[in-house]
């Protein structure tokens, strides 16, 4: 299973750090994504990384803002988040994937991916 954590009230141009931290399957075969859902939106990508670190996506809106990384001795992906805005108020949901082709395509929508966490709520406001 997949537990996010870090998530909470930050005021814009803050920062935070989400980790998700896997267990029960063997980490460094499987690609991890981090997604977003915010109120009454579409869930969407943000950014996602591949087995051994080698190759990562970040959406356009986080771009420069946000450095997703892995700890495979640690089963643990990280999402630090700078320079936040209201617009990146949603919740956080990172997510595993087995079989991967691009991490672009892993961040799109309809991706196959095996694990869903259960996600962290970021909010952004003054």
């Known amino acids: 299973r997949l537990v996010e954590s870090g998530g909470g009230l930050v005021q814009p141009g803050g920062s935070l750090r989400l980790s998700c931290v896997a267990s029960?399957?063997?980490?460094?075969?499987?690609?991890i994504g981090w997604f977003r859902q915010a109120p009454g939106k579409e869930r969407e990508g943000v950014s996602c990384?591949?087995?051994?670190?080698?190759?990562?996506y970040y959406a356009d809106a986080v771009k420069g803002r946000f450095t997703i990384s892995r700890d495979n001795a640690k089963n643990t992906v990280y999402l630090q988040m700078n320079t936040l805005n209201a617009e990146d108020t949603a919740d956080y949901y990172c997510?595993?994937?087995?079989?991967?082709?691009?991490?672009?395509?892993?961040?799109?929508?309809?991706?196959?991916?095996?694990?869903w966490g259960i996600g962290t709520p970021v909010t952004v406001s003054s």
């Open positions: 997510a595993a994937a087995s079989r991967l082709t691009t991490v672009q395509a892993m961040c799109a929508p309809n991706y196959g991916i095996d694990y």
């Open positions: 029960g399957l063997r980490f460094d075969r499987y690609a």
């Open positions: 990384i591949s087995m051994r670190d080698d190759s990562t």
